[in-house]
């Protein structure tokens, strides 16, 4: 079992940066790969970043490649995602989650533990 809660969510002009957190407990951490998601107002759940268990290997979709990076702490707990020049399309709630395996997945299935959100608003 895994327990995942985020914060550093918030409003941000178009252009500015937030850097979200997600610290976990409850398995051994560094043995766990994680994964930032968002859904936006009527659409589906999106895969944004993940970063596999020793933070070797780090994945993005293509709409954050260059602007966003994940990173993590193994010990802290805590995985980040900093998001520089944000958009009003990256409006949206934010999800960190997290799977019991060392590789990553774009797939928002593979992930057994969600965080509860954090809602990010990029105004024009």
């Known amino acids: 079992q895994v327990q995942l809660v985020e914060s550093g969510g918030g409003l941000v002009q178009s252009g500015g940066s937030l850097r979200l957190s997600c610290a976990a407990s409850?398995?051994?951490?560094?043995?766990?790969?994680m994964g930032w998601f968002r859904q936006a107002p009527g659409k589906e759940r999106e895969f944004v970043a993940a970063?596999?268990?020793?933070?070797?290997?780090?994945y993005y979709a293509d709409s954050v490649k260059g602007r966003f990076t994940i990173s993590r702490d193994n010990a802290k707990n805590t995985v980040y995602l900093q998001m520089n020049s944000l958009k009003p399309e990256d409006t949206a709630v934010y999800y960190c989650?997290?799977?019991?395996?060392?590789?990553?997945?774009?797939?928002?299935?593979?992930?057994?533990?969600w965080g509860q959100g954090s809602q990010v608003t990029v105004s024009a």
């Open positions: 409850g398995r051994t951490f560094s043995n766990v790969a």
């Open positions: 989650a997290a799977r019991p395996y060392s590789t990553t997945s774009y797939a928002p299935r593979a992930y057994d533990y």
């Open positions: 970063i596999s268990a020793s933070g070797g290997f780090t």
